[in-house]
């Protein structure tokens, strides 16, 4: 069984949700108004079920309680379990705003939760949320008098109040949908809010807790990354947690020299680190999955560091066609020269651990406990090894790193270089790999536009499509000058270096490129180079949306096969290439509009369609990791990208 299935396949049960309308969580028949509060509330509803473990059956959405002569809805209410559902046995109770209203608002605000609470004689525990701040409440009775104390979290199922305030390791959570991101703006927001730094440096803030959160779940004996409900306010108990905090973060400085400085330390005052500290505290964020770390990651990143180098970042679902595409495997060396923020690699990285799990869980058919540490041996060997990421952006090095760490390792391979520049300028690590012609497989999506030439002469002689061409009207051909261009754009010097990095005669890349160089008269020459150097295996047009709402361009994902130099001047002695078939589609459903909103598959009522699919997931349960299966009804993404790479491996199979 492996950890994470991509479902496929599976028809569409007899459900359709209305324009403009979502589908409860809770009860899988209810269709709600798509609004900001409902998105929310949806979120929080699958995050008591799938990250506390709550029974569906033990929660009710807008449940109407009884306040003397007022009759409100509480957005969600828990219920003891195997209790009546009345008010009087009400547990917790969540009160779901949409962001823009603030926690301290008279009529919306916690206080309206705080007299729910009261009203309900056994509701113990509260939360108030508008997805960027977040508030949980215990409920306690003192000389008469109702009191709330602040939380750092609701307890899970089963678990009891004191055993939230610290957590253990087996009762993390991984994070599911979008919890992740949701903590993370609010960790974000809070800092710029409440430390007052610039956002860009409170995210460097916010990386230096991610990286102790990492640390403390690798390496800790006991949680050592918590703030308990007594230590978010006065002066003794932020101070403790700063203690603890900065320990850890000696470390991670220890651990990753590359990163931080002997000088660095966290800066942020003990309050301010305190309520950081409760709002990451109950997730485990190795365990989390994959998509929802990537996600909740692209958007504080892109936020803060998007540069003016021709930097945006590749969406999720290219960087998985790409790699679908390709396919890697175990032993194959895979790099990206213009990494970002890690995208490709991430990807690349997570869909040969997927094949090493499937092959260890089969080998030992299916337990667990045997297969896990040699599932760990073999994932630790492949990502120390097979990853290798170069980019010039220094602060965006730093950054995959953590990414890279968050998902699984393979920081080592990442270093801060100029592609393009010469070996020989490299650091001495990167130089000793000695990487030009032995990839495997790069996937990549290098900075573009004519706004960032390459200017420099020393770079630019030593590439041929650097040098000035002309072309022959008689033979149809273009002649290289011995002369260099004046300047030329990144992105076509990094389609000569990156096919120079290649395996002769095996090795591949999937690359980003703008439709100018696959169709402009006057890029000829670059066309010509490609063919003569290179079996081109396919072209996919991209959808003018895709990197859209961040930048508008028009792109298509080229995949290469570096020649043998033996093939080259066999060709090149005939006078004519030999012939070859192209996969070429259009990726015109990408699965969000320009503006970045999702778009769904819809009937010809113009209605989304909505698919039951099986999500697994893992657990602990009494300290011992399992597989979990749950069915859900979902909505359809309106994304062709996967069946492109399905339909790619197929024709690929077909051409041997």
């Known amino acids: 069984m492996e950890e994470s299935t991509v479902v496929a396949a599976l028809k569409p049960v007899a459900v359709i949700v209305q324009q403009g309308k979502v589908l409860d969580f809770i009860d899988g028949r209810t269709q709600r108004e798509e609004t900001p509060e409902e998105y929310v509330r949806q979120e929080i509803a ?22 003397g002569s007022r009759k409100p809805r509480a957005d969600i209410v828990v219920f003891n379990s195997g209790e009546d559902r009345d008010q009087s046995s009400a547990y917790i109770i969540v009160e779901c705003k949409e962001k823009k209203v603030r926690s301290s608002d008279r009529k919306e605000g916690v206080g309206q939760l705080q007299s729910y609470m009261a009203a309900c004689p056994n509701a113990i525990y509260g939360m108030w949320t508008n997805g960027l701040e977040r508030f949980c409440y215990r409920k306690v009775e003192s000389k008469g008098k109702i009191l709330f104390e602040e939380l750092p979290d609701l307890p899970s199922f089963g678990q009891t109040g004191d055993e939230a305030e610290r957590p253990k390791f087996d009762q993390l959570k991984p994070a599911s949908s979008d919890a992740l991101l949701f903590a993370f703006r609010r960790c974000h927001n809070y800092i710029a809010g409440n430390q007052g730094l ?44 700063k203690k603890r905090l900065d320990a850890l973060f000696e470390a991670v400085k220890s651990e990753f020299p590359a990163i931080f400085t002997a000088n660095d330390t966290i800066e942020l005052k003990p309050q301010v680190l305190a309520y950081l500290v409760s709002q990451l505290q109950m997730y485990s964020l190795l365990e989390s999955d994959v998509d929802v770390k990537g996600h909740a990651y692209e958007e504080i990143v892109g936020s803060n560091l998007r540069g003016d180098r021709g930097e945006f970042f590749t969406p999720r679902n290219v960087c998985n066609m790409a790699v679908s595409m390709l396919d890697p495997s175990e032993g194959q060396l895979m790099l990206d020269p213009a990494c970002g923020t890690g995208g490709f690699l991430i990807a690349a990285m997570n869909h040969v651990i997927e094949k ?114 002309a072309y022959n009207e008689q033979t149809d051909r273009w002649i290289m000058g ?35 160089i696959l169709g402009s008269p006057g890029l000829g020459y670059v066309r010509q180079w490609i063919l003569q150097n290179t079996q081109v295996l396919a072209s996919v047009d991209l959808h003018p949306d895709t990197f859209q709402p961040n930048v508008s361009v028009q792109t298509s994902v080229l995949v290469l096969q570096r020649k043998t130099d033996a093939l080259i001047a066999l ?8 012939d070859y078939s192209i996969f070429m589609a259009v990726a015109n459903h990408v699965g969000h509009d320009k503006r970045g909103n999702t778009t769904y598959v819809r009937d010809k009522k113009g ?35 996967l069946q492109i790479a399905q339909e790619f491996r197929k024709w690929l199979s077909e051409q041997n």
């Open 356 to 469: 090493i799990r499937a092959s260890e869980l089969d080998k030992w058919r299916g337990d667990i406990k045997r297969a896990e540490p040699k599932i760990v041996s073999r994932i630790a060997k492949f990502a120390g090894s097979c990853i290798v990421g170069l980019d010039f952006n220094p602060e965006l090095v730093k950054a995959t790193k953590m990414n890279m760490v968050m998902n699984n390792d393979g920081a080592g391979g990442l270093y801060q270089a100029n592609s393009l520049a010469s070996p020989a300028t490299w650091e001495e690590g990167l130089r000793d790999r000695s990487l030009i012609g032995k990839i495997d497989l790069i996937f990549t999506n290098p900075p573009f536009g004519s706004k960032i030439p390459v200017d420099d002469p020393a770079i630019l002689e030593k590439y041929d499509l650097g040098h000035s061409w």
């Open 607 to 641: 209605n989304e369609v909505v698919e039951e699919v099986e999500k697994k997931f893992k657990e602990f349960e009494d300290g011992q990791l399992v597989y979990k299966s749950q069915k859900t009804l979902t909505k359809v993404v309106d994304d062709n990208t």
């Open 571 to 578: 060709e090149d002695a005939a006078g004519r290439m030999n």
């Open 482 to 516: 011995e002369g260099i261009q004046k300047s030329q754009p990144p992105e076509i010097l990094f389609i000569e270096r990156c096919v120079k990095f290649l395996k002769p005669g095996s090795g591949r890349v999937a690359m980003v490129l703008p439709d100018g």
């Open 198 to 241: 610039q956002k860009p440096q409170a995210f460097w803030e916010l990386l230096k807790l991610i990286f102790c959160k990492i640390h403390d779940e690798r390496d800790s004996e006991v949680v050592e990354f918590y703030a308990a409900g007594n230590e978010r306010a006065g002066i003794n108990g932020p101070l403790k947690v």
């Open 46 to 67: 699958k995050s008591l079920v799938r990250e506390y473990g709550y029974p569906k059956s033990d929660i009710l959405v807008e449940y109407v309680l009884r306040l």
